[in-house]
């Protein structure tokens, strides 16, 4: 019988293989991280914050771990088992707070955007109105004011509204 760690040897090369393959997968005009209009970079700047956020909590996490291993870990000759605390209330209240305070960070802007994107300009007669239907396989566009539709590709002029229904 193989090993836990024959296995993970054998099958990390491979892991690695796959995700340099997989890596290379798509277009290069379909990235998260090249927004194409207004909208998506609004989100991309919503991705920027939650990862910057994710950053500055790892790090403080990981430095209260590596402070907490290194004073606390175990001296020479020390058997006894160290005194037990619980309960310190000011940790707890600052270990609530600080998550529903990054919570917030992130819901504010989150909300502004989701509200500010969502407006409805189909009664602007500027903007080109679209009626999007959706088939099995397909998506259907039809324009009203110019009485065309299309099959699978919608047709946005630049620097103009655009009203979906």
């Not at 760690?5 to 690695?16: E, G, S, T």
């Not at 970079?41 to 291993?69: E, H, N, P, R, T």
């Not at 110019?146 to 002029?157: I, M, S, W, Y």
Request: glycine share 6%; aromatic share 10%.
């Amino acid at each position: 019988m193989m090993k836990r760690w024959q296995a993970v040897k054998r099958l990390l090369p491979l892991m690695a293989m796959f995700a340099l393959v997989l890596s290379g997968c798509g277009r290069e005009d379909l990235s998260v991280l090249r927004p194409q209009g207004p909208v998506a970079q609004g989100q991309l700047d919503l991705i920027k914050l939650s990862i910057s956020i994710m950053i500055v909590v790892m790090v403080v996490v990981f430095g209260i771990a590596a402070y907490v291993l290194v004073k606390f870990r175990r001296k020479k000759g020390q058997d006894e088992i160290p005194e037990q605390v619980e309960g310190n209330h000011k940790l707890e209240i600052i270990w609530t707070a600080i998550p529903l305070l990054l919570v917030l960070v992130l819901a504010v802007p989150t909300i502004q955007k989701v509200f500010a994107y969502g407006a409805n300009d189909w009664n602007d007669p500027e903007a080109v109105k679209v009626e999007v239907t959706s088939h099995q396989f397909w998506w259907e566009f039809t324009y009203p004011d110019h009485g065309v539709k299309t099959a699978q590709e919608l047709v946005v002029p630049v620097g103009k509204k655009i009203a979906f229904q």
